[in-house]
C-alpha cells in the first residue's frame, strides 16, 4: 500500500503518497468535519438571500471485513513503527551527520494518498476528503508540543494555502520545504471538529529518514541512503520495543555513514523499498536479494557500534542486543535469500564489537559521560 508510512522529513519534490512531514502516520484518524456552509444573515429590507447548496456526500460502497481487518493491521504495525522509531530519529541529529533536517513532526494524507484497491475503504474508514489531514504527530516533535492532533484538516502554513487534491501531498512539500529549511515557528491553520485554528509549531531537528513499512512475511530491512525499511515479518519477529529499536537504529546507522552509496547499493535498495510498500509487491522481486549485496564487515561493524549509541540516546537498553543478532542468525541463517542475515552476516567480527560497544556505552553511563561513539 503506497505511503503506509510517511517520512520524516519534508523534502521538495518528494512523491505522491510521500509528504515527509516528520513523524510517522498511524493512518488511525480523528474524524474531521466538514465545515457548515456560510449562513447569511436576514437584513431588514432586504429580501434574504438562498443559502448555498452543501455539496453533495459521495455514497461509498461497504468495506468488507477483510478489507477492514488489512487495514486495521497496517494501522497497529504502524502505529508502533513510528513510537519506536521517534525517540531515535529525535535524539540522534548529531549522530545522523548530514542527515539531520529541521522537521515539523506530522504526517498528512488525504482520499488520494492510497492505492486504487483500498482507496474507497480509507476515505470511508479515516473520513478522509481532498483536503491533506493530519494522520500522525511523531512523539516529543514540535508538533506535539504544540497541540497538532491527528485528524486536523491542513488549511495554510504562514499564511500560504496548502495544495488540495490527487497531488496535494507533493504539491505541499514545495510550501513547506522553505519553511522548514529556516529557524523558527511554521504557523499552521488548521480545522478540527469544523472549527478554524492556528497553531504556532516549532521545528524539530532530527534525523531526516524517511521510515517505510514493508509488505511482506521475510524477516528483512533495507536502507537506501535516505529511507529505511522493516518488514511485517521483522516487525513480528522483533517482539519487543526494544529489539525493534535495534533493527530501526541499525539500519539509520547505514544511512548516516552513507554505506549504501559506498556500496553503490542505493538503486537496488531503492527499488526493493519501492516494491515492498506495494499493496501488492511483485513476487520477482520477493524471491531473491533484489541486487543487493552483503555488506561488507568493516560497514557492518561501523553500523552495529554507531546504532548502539542511538539506542542508548533514544532511551533504550542496548544490553539485549547481542542476544537477538545472534538468535536471528541462527532462525534466519544467510542460507535464506532474503532474510536479514544473508545482507548482514552475523559474523564473529560483528558479534564481538556489539558486545564491545554495549560494555563501552555502560560505563560512559556509570560514569554520567556523554554517549558519543
Known amino acids: ?12 519534490g518528494a512523491g505522491r503518497g510521500r509528504l515527509a512531514v516528520l513523524g510517522a502516520a498511524m493512518l488511525l484518524a480523528a474524524c474531521a468535519t466538514t465545515p457548515p456552509s456560510p449562513v447569511v444573515p436576514d437584513v431588514p429590507g432586504v429580501p434574504e438571500q438562498p443559502r448555498p447548496a452543501a455539496a453533495p456526500v459521495p455514497v461509498l460502497p461497504p468495506i468488507s471485513p477483510v478489507e477492514q481487518d488489512i487495514l486495521r493491521g497496517w494501522v497497529v504495525q504502524q502505529d508502533r513503527l513510528y513510537r ?6 529525535v535524539n540522534n541529529p548529531d549522530l545522523c551527520k548530514g542527515n539531520a533536517r529541521n522537521l515539523l513532526g506530522f504526517t498528512a494524507k488525504n482520499r488520494y494518498s492510497y492505492s486504487a484497491d483500498f482507496a ?14 493530519v494522520m500522525d504527530v511523531l512523539p516529543g516533535s514540535g508538533a506535539a508540543k504544540s497541540g497538532v492532533r491527528r485528524g486536523d484538516v491542513l488549511l495554510s502554513a504562514n ?28 504557523k499552521l491553520n488548521v ?28 524477516v528483512a530491512a533495507y536502507s537506501d541512503g535516505r529511507r529505511l525499511l522493516v518488514t511485517r515479518g521483522m516487525m513480528v519477529y522483533a517482539a519487543s520495543d526494544q529489539q525493534l529499536a535495534y533493527v530501526l537504529a541499525r539500519e539509520m546507522a547505514h544511512n548516516a555513514l552513507g554505506h549504501p552509496q559506498k556500496e553503490r ?10 516494491n515492498l510498500i506495494r499493496m501488492r509487491p511483485d513476487p520477482a522481486g520477493l524471491s531473491g536479494m533484489g541486487g543487493i549485496k552483503p555488506m561488507p564487515a568493516a560497514l557492518d561493524t561501523a553500523a552495529d557500534t554507531l546504532a548502539l549509541y542511538m539506542v542508548a540516546r533514544g532511551g ?23 532474510a536479514y542475515t544473508a545482507l548482514h552476516p552475523a559474523t564473529a567480527a560483528r558479534l564481538a564489537i556489539i558486545e564491545k560497544t554495549v560494555t563501552a556505552i555502560s560505563q560512559k553511563q556509570a560514569a554520567k559521560r556523554p554517549l558519543s561513539p
Open 159 to 186: 499564511d500560504k494555502p496548502l495544495p488540495e487534491g490527487p497531488n496535494a501531498e507533493r504539491a505541499a512539500a514545495t510550501v513547506l520545504g522553505p519553511l522548514v529549511s529556516k529557524r523558527g515557528d511554521v
Open 316 to 338: 533504550y537498553d542496548p544490553a539485549g542486543a547481542l542476544e537477538f543478532w545472534r538468535r536471528l542468525a541462527q532462525q534466519y541463517p544467510a542460507s535464506v535469500a532474503n
Open 84 to 89: 519506536v522509531a521517534a525517540p531515535l530519529l
Open 1 to 12: 500500500m503506497p505511503g503506509l508510512l510517511r517520512h520524516i522529513s519534508i523534502r521538495a
Open 265 to 274: 547499493m542505493t538503486a537496488a535498495a531503492g527499488s526493493v523499498i519501492d
Open 120 to 133: 474507497d475503504a480509507a476515505q470511508k474508514m479515516f473520513n478522509l476528503e481532498e483536503r491533506l489531514q
Open 191 to 218: 480545522l478540527r471538529g469544523g472549527r478554524p485554528m492556528l497553531l504556532s509549531v516549532p521545528l524539530t531537528n532530527a534525523c531526516g529518514f524517511g521510515i517505510e513499512l514493508g509488505n511482506t512475511d521475510g
